[in-house]
């Protein structure tokens, strides 16, 4: 049994890291989060870490099954927000009506030997389906999709919005924190600096190749040699492919996804809240790379989602030549999503 102060102690340190800037102690507003595929790898952990963040007020877990013992487990847990488990799809109505936040981990997860682009037939249609059902009854909450393979599947979404007529681009955001996450931690131990006082922009998409670690622009900045960097962003590239290695065909990253995407969550909250100066990294809608109408770079987020899409800024020769060598694959994944959203 875990003694009180442990507890206490395990709570603050969460909360000091979700809502590591901005939570003050004036009146915090009424906010509703929704997790959709809130009984999974990802959801599960998710569901934990957003019952402790002191900015929700309603926490709205669903699946298709499982959810109502997800939400009575973390229900019990003595944080301010109020949790309710929908089940099957009789419930999503219910589960998204008033969000604020709707954020997605639904889907399948990676198995040895997958790509992301392997998931993309069944995930695909979980998405399609997910972001019809948003668009009727929460169509203004900012959405966070988790669901891989990101680079597809957020087109999927802004098409299917845009057929609703609901699309709004500043208020759906891939979220690519795992890979700024992953960049921060490795890069801290090469550069052998605390990781807390590390910063890594990540720019491009959420797949391979397509992830791109500005390490050049790293904060606090550190020497290294180039086939450290070189090692550092392939590292960062294949970092999924290294969980699921690790975990030997049982599972994928799902406990660091969870803690990423609680993290962009937090963001997105204290955004809606006026929060000034919420900056992370995201996949949305954007026209830094002409052929890529959707890009992951630095944006702000703030009352209506995307208030401000960052440029790139300096990148190095190395990172020049990884963003050409990204574009065609990142621009096929788009392709490719806004094609199944269509049929």
């Excluded at 009984?39 to 870490?49: D, E, N, R, V, W």
């Excluded at 997800?70 to 969000?99: F, M, P, W």
């Amino acid at each position: 049994m875990m003694r009180p102060s442990i507890l206490r102690s395990v709570q603050s340190a969460v909360s000091r890291s979700i809502t590591r800037r901005g939570y003050a102690t004036e009146p915090v507003p009424e906010r509703k989060v929704a997790i959709l595929g809130a009984a999974g790898g990802i959801g599960q952990p998710l569901s934990l870490l957003m019952k402790l963040n002191p900015l929700v007020s309603t926490l709205s877990l669903y699946d298709i099954a499982g959810t109502p013992g997800v939400a009575a487990d973390v229900s019990h847990i003595n944080s301010r927000s109020q949790v309710t488990g929908y089940a099957g799809e009789d419930e999503l109505g219910k589960a998204l009506e008033g969000a604020d936040v709707v954020i997605i981990p639904a889907g399948v997860p990676r198995k040895p030997g997958m790509t992301r682009d392997d998931l993309f037939n069944i995930n695909a249609g979980i998405v399609k389906s997910l972001a019809t059902a948003i668009s009727k009854y929460c169509p203004h909450a900012l959405v966070n999709m988790i669901s891989n393979p990101v680079n597809s599947t957020v087109p999927i979404a802004a098409e299917v919005f845009k057929k609703a007529g609901t699309y709004d681009e500043k208020r759906l955001f891939g979220v690519t924190t795992l890979d700024v996450v992953r960049a921060k931690t490795f890069y801290a131990g090469k550069a052998n600096v605390p990781v807390a006082e590390v910063n890594v922009p990540v720019i491009g998409g959420h797949a391979g190749v397509t992830i791109l670690p500005l390490f050049s622009q790293a904060s606090p900045q550190a020497n290294l040699d180039d086939d450290v960097i070189k090692a550092l962003t392939a590292r960062t590239q294949d970092g999924g492919t290294e969980v699921v290695t690790a975990k030997a065909g049982k599972g994928s990253a799902t406990l660091s996804m969870a803690y990423a995407g609680a993290i962009f969550a937090d963001a997105c909250l204290k955004g809606l809240n006026g929060v000034p100066d919420v900056v992370e990294c995201s996949y949305v809608q954007s026209n830094l790379i002409a052929e890529l109408p959707f890009f992951a770079s630095k944006v702000r987020i703030g009352k209506n989602g995307v208030e401000e899409i960052l440029g790139l800024g300096s990148l190095s020769d190395f990172e020049k030549q990884g963003l050409e060598n990204l574009k065609s694959e990142l621009k096929s994944s788009i392709e490719k999503g806004i094609k199944f959203a269509s049929q």
